[in-house]
């Protein structure tokens, strides 16, 4: 699937080298619209998790309130089926993606960190269903009645 990113290369070496530590095998700076997998996807969003909700002592840079500040910024976030199918009743921090036939592209991505009563999980949904909200919210739905019951198994 194919992700957006709006990037000058040397802006995003740091970002690039942070995610190489936890076998991002795309190259972030590779230019507008990048081939990612729902793999790297996941690893990416599971290198923020531990940023995002790390304490103090973990060595990981910035204060607790930037963190926060940064956290905030994933909810409620615009388009995301995450949000739409699971915010009701967790915290989800999320960053959906789209486009709409751009380039003969089509895509309906949403990735992020949900906090569920059954233990937080990262999710990654990769889709050429532009547009379709409806299938990605139900996929989305299925797939933490599964984390869950899983988890309680």
């Known amino acids: 699937m194919a992700?957006?990113?709006h990037c000058d290369a040397r802006a995003y070496a740091p970002l690039a080298q942070w995610l190489d530590g936890v076998g991002v095998t795309t190259d972030v700076t590779a230019?507008?619209?990048l081939d990612l997998s729902a793999i790297?996807?996941?690893r990416m969003w599971a290198q923020g998790y531990g940023y995002l909700f790390s304490d103090e002592t973990s060595g990981e840079p910035g204060s607790a309130e930037a963190r926060t500040w940064l956290a905030s910024e994933y909810?409620?976030?615009l388009n995301s089926s995450i949000n739409m199918a699971l915010?009701?009743?967790?915290?989800?921090?999320?960053?959906?993606g789209w486009i709409g036939g751009e380039g003969g592209l089509y895509a309906l991505n949403d990735a992020g960190i949900v906090r569920s009563s059954s233990g937080d999980y990262v999710l990654a949904v990769m889709?050429?269903?532009?547009?379709?909200y409806n299938l990605l919210t139900e996929l989305i739905t299925l797939l933490d009645q599964i984390h869950g019951s899983v988890m309680t198994a």
């Open 3 to 5: 992700a957006a990113c």
């Open 31 to 33: 230019g507008e619209y």
């Open 40 to 42: 790297d996807m996941a």
């Open 75 to 77: 909810t409620n976030t």
């Open 87 to 96: 915010g009701g009743q967790y915290s989800v921090y999320t960053k959906a």
């Open 127 to 132: 889709t050429d269903a532009s547009g379709e």
